[in-house]
């Protein structure tokens, strides 16, 4: 027998809450299960609306993409039978001289956009931002280039541009003792002439977007600015271009890839000449599709210029990644 002063062992006996838990945990996945069921049951009517969207983006924009690759490793004219060649369409394309040269002048035409084609947008829009009354006009005004058509702005620019002493930007320069100027026909003038064209083309859209921006800037900012004598050169430089930066970059990004796919004015305006001055990247590319019908060499440039666009972008939002939030 246990002695007087040792303790008796105790139980705990825990009392039964009438449902066991497996059971309530049962019941629990039903119920996430009904609730996952409902989910997607409410989501088919967006999946199958959203089905043929996606069908006819992947159809129509990376079927090509896919088709580019593909054709940049063939030879084909699109008749005769398709022959695998490789990287001998690259090959060929790096060694042309035509290619260097048409990537000299699309430099040469990226640099004139960006230094005169570039501030008229943004200095037409501050002075817009400006005006007081009738703005409206004056926009649709700096936007009606945009509505034209390009082909006929190009054809009417081309009379304009008639190096004859009677053709009317001649005729206009030579009311001040200036001129003529052969325009389009000279080696030297003919990309100045096909960026001024291109730039009252193309400042329409570069306006609409800056004026919208401008329009975020909170009007107590100038108003505190005018009370502390600054003047339209400062309140430029202090207020608008600040808010402008972000989108002053991605505008810049926009135009780069823009110019570097020039291909409707030289080839309406000169078709490439005079004198291979105006060849571009993208004109050399229909030479060797349609002119020459060499579509694997084409499509092999086409691949170059999106790989140099797309590293050229990488490269750009890396290096200014931070400056649009300083």
Do not use: C
Request: glycine share 8%.
């Amino acid at each position: 027998m246990p002695s007087s002063g040792a303790e008796l062992p105790t139980t705990t006996t825990t009392r039964p809450t009438g449902v066991p838990v497996t059971r309530r945990a049962a019941g629990a996945r039903r119920r996430l299960n009904r609730l996952h069921l409902q989910r997607v049951r409410n989501g088919l009517p967006a999946v199958a609306f959203a089905v043929p969207v996606l069908l006819i983006f992947l159809v129509f924009s990376w079927g090509p993409i896919v088709r580019g690759l593909v054709m940049s490793l063939q030879q084909t004219n699109l008749i005769d039978p398709v022959k695998w060649v490789g990287l001998e369409n690259f090959r060929y394309v790096l060694t042309d001289p035509a290619v260097g040269q048409a990537s000299l002048n699309t430099l040469w035409f990226t640099l004139l956009a960006l230094l005169f084609g570039f501030p008229v947008p943004v200095l037409l829009a501050m002075f817009l931002s400006e005006l007081r009354g009738k703005s409206w006009l004056y926009s649709t005004l700096a936007y009606l280039p945009v509505i034209t058509p390009p082909v006929v702005a190009i054809l009417l620019w081309r009379f304009f541009y008639d190096p004859s002493p009677s053709g009317m930007f001649n005729t206009i320069l030579g009311a001040v003792g200036l001129g003529p100027f052969p325009w389009l026909d000279s080696p030297s003038s003919a990309m100045p002439s096909i960026v001024l064209e291109a730039t009252w083309a193309g400042a329409g859209n570069a306006v609409i977007i800056y004026l919208a921006a401008l329009t975020s800037v909170r009007a107590d900012l100038y108003e505190a600015a005018e009370l502390d004598g600054a003047g339209v050169g400062r309140r430029v430089w202090h207020v608008m271009l600040p808010h402008l930066r972000g989108v002053l970059l991605l505008m810049l990004l926009l135009q780069v890839i823009g110019t570097m796919q020039l291909f409707t004015e030289p080839l309406l305006f000169t078709g490439g000449g005079p004198q291979g001055s105006t060849m571009t990247i993208l004109l050399l590319i229909y030479n060797y599709a349609f002119v020459n019908g060499d579509y694997g060499a084409a499509t092999a440039l086409s691949v170059l210029l999106a790989l140099a666009l797309a590293v050229l972008s990488a490269g750009f939002q890396f290096a200014t990644r931070g400056w649009s939030t300083e």
